[in-house]
């Protein structure tokens, strides 16, 4: 699978809320590192992004690559379940096996106003407030 290929089945499966065709790109012991949820398998990730996902939609504006790294660049309109929007700019750095399956994906985006409405919502993220 190309790159570009990849970039295009992900951001399609997360903006349909998709979990087995999102977990199907990833190695079963994947791990994602996420600004608002910390660390975590894949497995577990997903789920919680999906429940805390109203709607959402996913525009690309870029995919590079290198050896074993591919870089997704994508506006992520999201809104929480209660209908408040927390969209932002994004970064995905996927890390991938031989088999072109994912083993570490690294979010990256500037949280400011995302974080607010997020903890407003759930009653907190993985890092602590104080």
């Known amino acids: 699978m190309t790159a570009s290929t990849l970039a295009a089945s992900y951001l399609a499966a997360l903006e349909r809320g998709d979990l087995e065709g999102v ?9 994602v590192h996420s600004p608002l949820y910390g ?16 709607r959402s939609e996913l525009h690309l504006r870029g995919v590079t690559q290198g050896e074993r790294l ?11 379940p209660s209908g408040t929007a927390a969209g932002f700019e994004c970064v995905d750095m996927l890390e991938l096996d031989e088999e072109g399956l994912i083993t570490n994906l690294r979010i990256f985006y500037d949280t400011v106003t995302t974080r607010t409405a997020f903890e407003r919502e759930t009653g907190g993220s993985w890092r602590p407030t104080t």
Not at 23 to 31: K, N, R, T
Not at 70 to 80: N, P
Request: hydrophobic residues 55%; aromatic residues 20%.
């Open 39 to 54: 660390p975590s398998p894949a497995v577990e990730f997903y789920p919680r992004l999906l429940a805390d996902t109203g």
């Open 70 to 80: 591919v870089g997704v660049w994508f506006h992520f309109d999201w809104t929480l």
């Open 23 to 31: 977990l199907a790109l990833f190695h079963p012991e994947a791990i």
